[in-house]
């Protein structure tokens, strides 16, 4: 039962992912459908941000993590590049949490 | 904004950019293998789930609804709804990559997140690099989320819990960094604020996963008429 889950749930996620590039280019072309599919991912790439900033399983948590983003912005408006961006978030957040915050 | 980010156009400063987001992500798959078999999967099914379904959402929702007594009916329900944003993702990447029939099987398959993500962040530069961004960040991650689930599966996951090192930080810095060049209008700034709050404000009302797929609600609200 447990393989059956594992690979009817993997078709499942690849048939989803695969439909994205198999829906006809007219389809895309309209013009609605195209703005569309230009925010769509900003719009869950934001969501997920911010997700997997303050929740905790279902709980909304203030803690480490806030801070290690916020350091991260500061960083990204001095133009740091990628690395020290994530680099500067994971510090904040094992600075702070090895003070006991 | 656009102009103020400073992503690496270079061909090395990609590289190094995926290979940061593969070792964040490996090490979330540690944690994805040792849950998978406390939850009562076997080290062959974790890898399965790793290598086949590979969209980390996903397989978390799919071992913790087995782990929880669900049937395999609820479990490929519950993987396939949160596998729907690589759906919006695909349609998304399909027009910027434009790739090949044949490459599109791949394609698909590396199609997640951080691809999405740095694919779009690499798009729409002086050097625009969206396919080298795309290929290269989703088989980073697709080899080092492999590794750390074979590494947590087989019990080695007290190399560390993610969170000591500020790793569970790391993902949001790198996602973050990632979504700031692609602001490029007001409109896209209130698209990706007004996300974030639903996102936060369905989290205690939701099962993890679905307040980030809410959000593709969200762009409905900020169309335009036909210019």
């Not at chain 1, 393989?3 to 994205?20: E, T």
């Not at chain 1, 909304?60 to 912005?73: E, G, H, K, Q, T």
């Not at chain 2, 998304?92 to 434009?98: E, F, H, P, Y």
């Not at chain 2, 190399?159 to 007001?186: K, N, T, Y």
């Amino acid at each position: 039962m447990i393989w059956a889950a594992v690979l009817l749930g993997s078709a499942a996620c690849y048939a989803l992912k695969a439909l994205g590039y198999v829906v006809p280019e007219r389809v895309l072309d309209k013009p609605v459908v195209a703005q569309l599919v230009g925010m769509f991912p900003v719009a869950l790439l934001a969501a997920l941000l911010a997700v997997v900033t303050l929740a905790d399983g279902m709980a909304v948590v203030v803690d480490a993590r806030v801070a290690a983003v916020a350091a991260a912005a500061v960083a990204l408006m001095l133009r740091a590049p990628f690395l020290v961006v994530v680099v500067v978030g994971a510090a904040t957040a094992a600075v702070i949490r090895a003070l006991g915050g | 904004m656009s102009g103020t980010a400073n992503p690496d156009d270079t061909r090395r400063g990609v590289l190094i950019e995926a290979a940061t987001i593969g070792l964040t992500t490996g090490a979330y798959g540690v944690s994805f293998g040792a849950l998978s078999v406390t939850s009562g999967l076997s080290v062959w099914q974790t890898m399965a789930l790793s290598a086949l379904m590979f969209t980390g959402a996903s397989q978390f929702a799919l071992v913790s609804v087995l782990a929880g007594g669900g049937s395999a009916v609820a479990a490929v329900a519950g993987s396939a709804l949160l596998g729907l944003r690589n759906l919006f993702y695909g349609l998304r990447m399909r027009q910027i990559l434009q790739p090949s029939p044949a490459l599109s099987v791949p394609a698909a398959q590396l199609t997640i997140d951080e691809s999405t993500a740095m694919a779009l962040a690499h798009y729409d530069r002086p050097e625009p690099r969206p396919a080298l961004a795309f290929w290269s960040t989703g088989l980073s991650v697709f080899v080092l989320w492999n590794l750390g689930s074979l590494i947590g599966a087989l019990g080695a996951s007290s190399i560390g819990d993610p969170e000591r090192w500020g790793l569970d930080a790391a993902v949001p810095a790198a996602f973050l960094a990632l979504l700031w060049p692609q602001i490029s209008s007001r409109r896209l700034l209130g698209v990706a604020v007004v996300s974030a709050v639903i996102g936060v404000a369905l989290t205690p009302v939701l099962s993890p996963g679905l307040p980030v797929l809410c959000a593709a609600l969200v762009p409905f609200f900020f169309l335009r008429r036909a210019s």
